[in-house]
T-cell receptor
Framework: RKEVEQDPGPFNVPEGATVAFNCTYSNSASQSFFWYRQDCRKEPKLLMS???SGNEDGRFTAQLNRASQYISLLIRDSKLSDSATYLC????????????FGRGTQLTVWP | DADVTQTPRNRITKTGKRIMLECSQT?????MYWYRQDPGLGLRLIYY???????NKGEISDGYSVSRQAQAKFSLSLESAIPNQTALYFCATSDVGTGEQYFGPGTRLTVT
């Protein structure tokens, strides 16, 4: 079983739409969770960390459900500039510092 | 200036050649990583280093070697390149406190 699994998409949504991405992780000892964004042929960049209580950064909301080993990212009021691949990333507690990446979910926002 | 730099940015080489990819960082992080990315396969870890004296194999280390010359420098070598090593290679560093990783711009390697 893969460490991190994501729906690869693609998700195609109009501007202004709300879209949600989901991710599951296999190791219950995982301690840190992140969402990264990757534009085509560019390096991944940290979008936001995911905290146990859930957290919000502008139009982006991340949630963590430890019992279900499930992470989500909600994007409200989608912009054309949100088009990218979103990577779910998990840090397994036993090897702190080593991250495990999902394959990514591709999002295209159209005008 | 970029915090994590990689050279070269693009490279075309022939099967059997030795090639080195270099990574430098100014973030002051002890931890550094090399990944490769292939379409549909996501990022896969090749090697990682938690400090200058520490080198660890990742998921796909066969055919690769690394050298940690200093805290700021971590290089990846392909001793005898083969076509299935054609990929996008990323170097990354991480903050011990948060675990967040910061990536270089990538090296696009083509082995013909």
């Amino acid at each position: 079983r893969k460490e991190v699994e994501q729906d690869p998409g693609p998700f195609n949504v109009p501007e202004g739409a709300t879209v949600a991405f989901n991710c599951t992780y296999s190791n219950s000892a995982s301690q840190s969770f992140f969402w990264y964004r990757q534009d085509c042929r560019k390096e991944p960049k940290l979008l936001m960390s995911v905290y146990s209580s859930g957290n919000e950064d502008g139009r982006f909301t991340a949630q963590l459900n430890r019992a279900s080993q499930y992470i989500s990212l909600l994007i409200r009021d989608s912009k054309l500039s949100d088009s990218a691949t979103y990577l779910c990333v998990v840090n397994r507690g036993s090897t702190l510092g080593r991250l495990y990446f999902g394959r990514g979910t591709q999002l295209t926002v159209w005008p | 200036d970029a915090d994590v730099t990689q050279t070269p940015r693009n490279r075309i080489t022939k099967t059997g050649k030795r090639i080195m990819l270099e990574c430098s960082q100014t973030k002051g992080h002890d931890r550094m990583y090399w990944y490769r990315q292939d379409p549909g396969l996501g990022l896969r870890l090749i090697y990682y280093s938690f400090d200058v004296k520490d080198i660890n194999k990742g998921e796909i280390s066969d055919g690769y070697s690394v050298s940690r010359q200093a805290q700021a420098k971590f290089s990846l070598s392909l001793e005898s390149a083969i076509p299935n090593q054609t990929a996008l290679y990323f170097c990354a560093t991480s903050d011990v406190g948060t675990g967040e990783q910061y990536f270089g711009p990538g090296t696009r390697l083509t082995v013909t």
